[in-house]
Nanobody
Framework: QVQLVESGGGLVQAGGSLRLSCVVS????????MAWYRQAPEKERELVATMGRGGSTDYGASAKGRFTISRDNAQNAVFLHSDDLKPEDTAVYFCYAEVKSMWNTPFEKHWGRGTQVTVSS
């Protein structure tokens, strides 16, 4: 069973820093795209940032310029960092990964359970 476990959320003051981590475990033949999404109360889930296995990145409009995604392929991990948090960044942040578990199985989408980030003004 593929599992994604996030860590690093919590309460942060506006202008403060954040570093989220997500580790993927279980049967992994190929770990492809990894990403961070977030969902604020009464809003739809939105993309924060995504990163391909080769290092290509894409950012959501609200995150561009303030968040940085990185990954460690050897540890099957993805990270999200910001040094300029705003109250509107308050949300549950979810880790996402596309995993091929065996050579003869298709890529499947997996989600973590989420970690709460609250930014106080």
């Amino acid at each position: 069973q593929v599992q994604l476990v996030e860590s690093g959320g919590g309460l942060v003051q506006a202008g403060g820093s954040l570093r989220l981590s997500c580790v993927v475990s279980g049967p992994i033949y190929i770990l492809s795209d990894m990403a961070w999404y977030r969902q604020a109360p009464e809003k739809e889930r939105e993309l924060v940032a995504t990163m391909g296995r080769g290092g290509s990145t894409d950012y959501g409009a609200s995150a561009k310029g303030r968040f940085t995604i990185s990954r460690d392929n050897a540890q099957n991990a993805v990270f999200l960092h910001s040094d300029d948090l705003k109250p509107e960044d308050t949300a549950v942040y979810f880790c996402y990964a596309e995993v091929k578990s065996m050579w003869n199985t298709p890529f499947e989408k997996h989600w973590g359970r989420g970690t709460q980030v609250t930014v106080s003004s």
